[in-house]
């Protein structure tokens, strides 16, 4: 009787509630996956609202992206989140992830939403009509052309003959041409699973980079349409908003510097370089999205940005991780 008297909790002691152990595993999981969930959900919401005409395609290619760069810096900085560790390692971690999301996600930002308008959509023809052409690019490293044409209408019923141009510019600096297609191209397109059919694929828009290394005023100054029976073409300059390849590599080697630093010294070690390789396949994805002949970005060119541009980032990222491994000693904890 003793015994079991002093097994008893005295009567006014509090019993601390037991949490269930499901309860528990709902808890961790929904901490583990809830995120990447909701991020995955947003994207597929996102694409369906563009393919509906419910959302403009350049924002919810924006919000798209953004939601995608976010699950990869989940992935490189979850044990941040889920793990124990100290106020100063979340701080450094919440930094550099600022710092990490701004430097991926502005050259997607800026091939999304062209810079400063310099000219909107002027007509310009082999005959000389709105020529020539001033551009007021004073301060300006470079100037994006975007360039429309129309194709002449085939008597056959076929695919319309091709136009080729050739735009004579003058700079501060001299003078250089730009020469380039419009034509009606056949492509196959998968139907289903197994059936395919061929289509055509009009290509009368392309972007252009054209330098200004005086940054000077532009003057496209001739033009040369084949046939000469083709209509006027467009031309719209935007000042480019990127600085110098010089530049970027500098800020990509530094920035992939400091992810590698921080995976491999810091307090995501778990990861096993998980942000260095999502880092690397990010720009490498930014890098085909940017140079890519595309006028309008849509959700296809970023699908094929992501499918040769990621692999070629994930490799150079898996070389420099393997590489770093061997040079860096991790400290002890």
């Known amino acids: 009787m003793a015994t079991a008297s002093r097994s008893r909790a005295p009567a006014g002691a509090k019993q ?40 403009p395609t350049p924002v919810a290619l924006a919000a798209t992206i953004a939601a995608a760069l976010l699950l990869l810096l989940y992935i490189g900085e979850r044990p941040l989140l889920t793990g124990t560790h100290s106020v100063q390692d979340r701080l450094l971690g919440a930094a550099l992830a600022a710092i990490w999301f701004a430097a991926c996600y502005l050259p997607f930002h800026t091939r999304l939403f062209p810079g400063r308008v310099l000219v909107d959509g002027a007509h310009v023809s082999a005959s000389g009509a709105g020529l020539p052409l001033h ?148 720009l490498g994805t930014a890098l085909i999205f940017w140079t890519g002949n595309v006028a309008h970005p849509d959700f296809r060119a970023l699908i094929g940005s992501i499918i040769l541009g990621g692999p070629i980032g994930f490799t150079v990222g898996a070389i420099l991780w393997w590489t770093a491994k061997r040079l860096i000693v991790r400290p002890a904890r």
């Open 16 to 55: 601390r509630p037991r949490v269930p152990l499901a309860a528990l595993s709902a808890m961790d999981a929904l901490r583990t996956w809830g995120i990447p969930g909701a991020l995955v959900v947003v994207i597929a919401v996102l694409a369906g609202l563009s393919a509906a005409d419910l959302m």
């Open 135 to 282: 551009i007021p690019a004073t301060g300006a490293r470079a100037v994006d052309l975007l360039l429309e044409g129309q194709l002449p209408t085939n008597p056959t019923g076929g695919a319309a003959p091709p136009v080729h141009y050739v735009l004579t510019v003058e700079t501060s600096t001299g003078t250089s041409t730009l020469d380039g297609m419009f034509e009606d191209r056949l492509a196959t397109r998968r139907l289903g699973r197994r059936g395919t059919a061929v289509v055509h694929e009009t290509h009368t828009t392309e972007v252009r980079l054209l330098s200004n290394p005086g940054r000077g005023d532009v003057t496209v100054t001739h033009v040369v349409l084949e046939p000469e029976t083709a209509q006027a073409i467009s031309i719209s300059a935007f000042a480019h908003p990127l600085p110098g390849n010089v530049v970027l590599a500098l800020a990509v080697a530094v920035l992939l510097a400091a992810i590698i630093a921080f995976d491999r010294l810091g307090p995501t070690a778990d990861t096993d370089g998980a942000l260095t390789l999502a880092t690397a396949a990010a």
